[in-house]
Protein backbone atom coordinates (compact mmCIF):
# COMPACT_ATOMS: atom_id res chain seq x y z
CA UNK A 1 0.00 0.00 0.00
CA UNK A 2 3.34 2.06 0.95
CA UNK A 3 6.48 2.29 -0.78
CA UNK A 4 9.65 3.90 0.28
CA UNK A 5 12.36 4.73 -2.13
CA UNK A 6 16.00 5.76 -1.72
CA UNK A 7 18.59 7.52 -3.25
CA UNK A 8 22.23 8.96 -2.70
CA UNK A 9 24.26 6.46 -1.33
CA UNK A 10 27.84 5.70 -2.57
CA UNK A 11 31.27 5.84 -1.51
CA UNK A 12 33.16 8.63 -0.24
CA UNK A 13 36.47 9.74 1.47
CA UNK A 14 36.70 10.65 5.05
CA UNK A 15 35.55 14.14 5.80
CA UNK A 16 33.51 14.24 2.78
CA UNK A 17 29.66 14.55 2.58
CA UNK A 18 26.57 12.59 0.83
CA UNK A 19 22.93 13.57 0.89
CA UNK A 20 20.10 10.61 1.42
CA UNK A 21 16.94 11.12 0.31
CA UNK A 22 13.76 9.02 0.81
CA UNK A 23 10.23 9.16 -0.56
CA UNK A 24 7.23 7.50 0.04
CA UNK A 25 4.01 6.68 -2.33
CA UNK A 26 0.89 5.20 -1.97
CA UNK A 27 -2.24 5.17 0.44
CA UNK A 28 -0.65 8.46 2.50
CA UNK A 29 -3.36 10.29 4.60
CA UNK A 30 -0.30 11.63 6.70
CA UNK A 31 3.54 10.07 8.14
CA UNK A 32 3.62 11.06 11.31
CA UNK A 33 7.32 10.60 11.74
CA UNK A 34 10.54 9.91 9.48
CA UNK A 35 13.42 7.88 10.60
CA UNK A 36 16.96 6.59 10.02
CA UNK A 37 18.76 3.85 10.96
CA UNK A 38 22.07 1.58 9.52
CA UNK A 39 23.28 -1.41 9.80
CA UNK A 40 27.23 -2.33 9.46
CA UNK A 41 27.81 -5.99 8.28
CA UNK A 42 27.29 -7.98 11.42
CA UNK A 43 25.90 -5.89 14.05
CA UNK A 44 22.16 -5.00 14.73
CA UNK A 45 20.42 -1.84 12.92
CA UNK A 46 20.85 1.38 15.02
CA UNK A 47 18.93 4.36 15.08
CA UNK A 48 20.27 7.60 13.34
CA UNK A 49 17.69 10.48 13.15
CA UNK A 50 14.02 10.97 13.23
CA UNK A 51 11.71 14.26 12.85
CA UNK A 52 8.13 13.79 13.89
CA UNK A 53 5.25 16.12 12.15
CA UNK A 54 5.79 19.18 13.77
CA UNK A 55 9.37 19.06 12.98
CA UNK A 56 10.89 18.38 16.36
CA UNK A 57 14.53 16.35 15.42
CA UNK A 58 16.43 13.28 17.37
CA UNK A 59 19.83 12.03 16.70
CA UNK A 60 21.76 9.32 17.62
CA UNK A 61 24.79 10.49 19.75
CA UNK A 62 27.40 9.28 17.36
CA UNK A 63 25.83 11.78 14.59
CA UNK A 64 25.28 14.61 16.33
CA UNK A 65 26.62 17.39 15.00
CA UNK A 66 27.55 15.98 11.66
CA UNK A 67 23.83 14.93 10.19
CA UNK A 68 20.68 16.78 9.26
CA UNK A 69 17.05 15.27 9.02
CA UNK A 70 15.00 17.08 7.19
CA UNK A 71 11.46 16.73 5.38
CA UNK A 72 9.33 17.97 3.11
CA UNK A 73 6.13 16.96 3.74
CA UNK A 74 4.66 17.94 -0.03
CA UNK A 75 7.27 15.51 -1.58
CA UNK A 76 6.24 13.00 1.51
CA UNK A 77 10.12 12.94 1.37
CA UNK A 78 12.56 12.76 3.92
CA UNK A 79 16.61 14.03 3.58
CA UNK A 80 19.61 13.25 5.60
CA UNK A 81 22.59 15.19 5.05
CA UNK A 82 25.61 13.57 6.21
CA UNK A 83 28.81 15.70 6.37
CA UNK A 84 32.27 14.88 7.95
CA UNK A 85 31.75 11.31 7.52
CA UNK A 86 33.76 8.74 8.97
CA UNK A 87 34.64 5.11 8.51
CA UNK A 88 32.11 3.67 11.19
CA UNK A 89 29.45 5.45 9.52
CA UNK A 90 30.09 2.82 6.73
CA UNK A 91 26.86 0.70 6.18
CA UNK A 92 23.28 0.23 4.81
CA UNK A 93 20.84 2.82 5.55
CA UNK A 94 17.00 2.47 5.54
CA UNK A 95 14.40 4.94 6.13
CA UNK A 96 11.41 4.44 8.51
CA UNK A 97 8.18 6.08 7.74
CA UNK A 98 5.10 6.05 10.29
CA UNK A 99 2.08 6.63 8.15
CA UNK A 100 -1.46 7.13 8.17
CA UNK A 101 -2.93 4.53 5.62
CA UNK A 102 -6.21 6.52 3.79
CA UNK A 103 -7.51 3.40 3.71
CA UNK A 104 -8.02 2.31 7.23
CA UNK A 105 -6.58 5.39 9.00
CA UNK A 106 -4.50 2.98 10.89
CA UNK A 107 -0.91 3.74 11.65
CA UNK A 108 1.96 1.13 9.60
CA UNK A 109 5.42 1.01 9.85
CA UNK A 110 7.32 1.09 6.51
CA UNK A 111 10.52 0.50 5.46
CA UNK A 112 13.10 1.59 2.80
CA UNK A 113 15.30 -1.03 0.60
CA UNK A 114 18.35 -0.17 1.88
CA UNK A 115 21.30 2.08 0.61
CA UNK A 116 24.78 1.23 1.03
CA UNK A 117 26.79 4.41 2.26
CA UNK A 118 30.59 3.34 2.48
CA UNK A 119 33.25 6.10 3.69
CA UNK A 120 36.83 4.93 2.71
CA UNK A 121 40.30 6.29 1.30
Known amino acids: QVQLVESGGGLVQPGGSLRLSCTASGSIHSINSMAWFRQAPGKRRDFVATIIDGGSTVYADSVKGRFAISRDNAKNTVYLQMNSLKPEDTAVYYC???????????????WGQGTQVTVSS
Open 96 to 110: NFLVTLTTTLRQVDY
